[in-house]
């Protein structure tokens, strides 16, 4: 199996009369993008605005981010979602690298982010460096929590599936190759090196809370075997607005650090043997039920060792405390991603489990620091929910625009895939 991503280097939005990109530059036509998403009668109203890297710019609150990808030719990018179900992960993908769908409008929840494209923030989130087509969405009168959570989350994806489709004949900047054999023919690959699997953690917690693979809810799945390419074409997309510092956005899932890592060091340092996607859910039976499936499913790939990426923060570190015991248990080193909840002041607990077996730990930062931020000239959203958010509190926000919140609130500050620059240190 073969994937071919073509990438077409964005840099810069600007609106135009269509949908397009020309010269490196995605023209957005609005009245293009409002009039496919009002096709859902779940929506009301879209305004479509526009949000470059180092503007004067603060977004709140953001529900998802979606990198815009199509396919050229083989299978379908967001298979279930936005398009036909089928396999995903081969043939012809083009992305438009450095640039992003963003949503955001009135919500359900409290777990959402804020995104200044520039000042201090900026360096806590790599969405301030993506040229940004921002979707504010309002719902009808009557649409319940459910199906409004819905229409915000599959109206992004629409909307970057659509732009995509507007760059399908555009010259790649860029091509990258990735090939994915058969477990029989990986495990033979390199007999010399240790063999790696990817646990792959998924929040599937209900409403709010839930992953999309190949658009079916991941609260209704089991532990599976997925193909490292299809993730790449959209086959896992976000449904969840647990604390924006820790959430996997759909960009998050398309750009996936620890896939990207494992092919970069697969054949030099290790041999990529797989990724097992498990879902992170509430009961105790199910946890018990997923730690078992993960373990063996790892356990038949032949890994020596694996990587795992928790979601969200809490309940899920239980999830991830477990099989990381299990693998262990079977003789499979394992290495756990996870951020940390230590206060303002950096001393309390940090981890609400642990176990013996997690003496190998990466940490993504504390997200109860705090940070001062400057006002901003122009918000795209509703500043004021800010003080019902993760990450902000009544009075966060000062009489002159400026805010005082936690590290928690800025969208993917402490992402659990590695995709941030934050890190804590025993001092």
């Not at 964005?10 to 096709?39: C, H, M, P, W």
């Not at 459910?146 to 995509?164: C, D, P, Q, T, V």
């Not at 206060?343 to 489990?353: H, M």
């Not at 625009?401 to 500050?413: A, F, N, R």
């Amino acid at each position: 199996m073969q994937l071919e991503l073509r990438e077409i280097k964005i840099l810069d939005v600007r609106f135009g009369e269509s949908t397009k990109v020309q010269d490196n530059i995605l023209y957005v036509a609005q009245d293009e993008i409002r009039d496919l998403l009002l096709g859902d009668e779940r929506i009301s109203n879209v305004q479509v605005d526009l949000a470059r890297p180092g503007e004067s710019v603060r977004i709140i609150p953001v529900k998802d981010v979606v990198e815009p990808r199509a396919k050229l030719e083989g299978g379908e990018a967001f298979p279930g979602m936005d398009g036909k179900i089928c396999d995903a992960g081969e043939g012809v993908t083009v992305r438009l690298a450095g640039a992003a769908v963003v949503t955001t409008g009135p919500i359900v929840g409290f777990q959402e982010g804020i995104i200044d494209m520039s000042g201090p923030l900026a360096q806590y989130t790599p969405f301030a460096h993506l040229n940004n087509v921002v979707l504010s969405i309002e719902k009808t009168d009557g649409t319940s929590p459910h199906e409004h959570e819905e229409a915000l989350r599959i109206g992004g994806i629409k909307a970057a599936h659509f732009i995509a489709k507007k760059a399908l004949e555009c010259a790649p900047d860029d091509v990258v190759f990735y090939n994915w054999e058969s477990i029989w023919k990986k495990a033979l690959m390199y007999p010399d090196l240790p063999k790696v699997a990817y646990v792959y953690q998924c929040m599937s917690q209900g409403l709010l809370h839930d992953t999309y693979f190949y658009g079916k809810d991941s609260k209704k799945m089991l532990p599976t075997l997925v193909s490292p390419l299809s993730v790449f074409d959209g086959a896992i997309v976000s449904g969840n607005c647990v604390s924006a510092g820790s959430k996997t956005t759909t960009y998050h899932h398309q750009n996936n650090a620890v896939i990207k890592e494992l092919f970069k060091r697969d054949g030099k340092e290790l041999n990529f043997i797989g990724a097992v996607a498990s879902p992170l859910m509430t009961t105790l039976a199910d946890k018990y039920r997923n730690t078992a499936l993960t373990a063996r499913l790892v356990e038949m790939l032949g890994a020596d060792g694996a990587v795992q990426s928790q979601e969200g923060f809490g309940n899920p570190t239980a999830d991830l405390m477990m099989i990381c015991s299990a693998l262990e248990k079977k003789g499979i080193r394992t290495v756990l991603i996870s951020n940390e909840d230590a206060g303002v002041d950096g001393k309390s607990e940090p981890l609400p489990d642990t176990s013996e077996s997690a003496d190998a730990m990466v940490s993504t930062g504390n997200s109860n620091a705090t940070i001062e931020l400057p006002p901003m000239d122009k918000v795209i959203g509703d500043l004021e929910s800010l003080e019902r958010l993760t990450g902000g509190c009544a009075g966060c926000i000062h009489e002159d625009g400026s805010l005082t919140i936690e590290i928690h609130g800025i969208l993917g500050s402490h992402n659990l895939q590695g995709t941030s620059k934050l890190q804590a240190v025993t001092v």
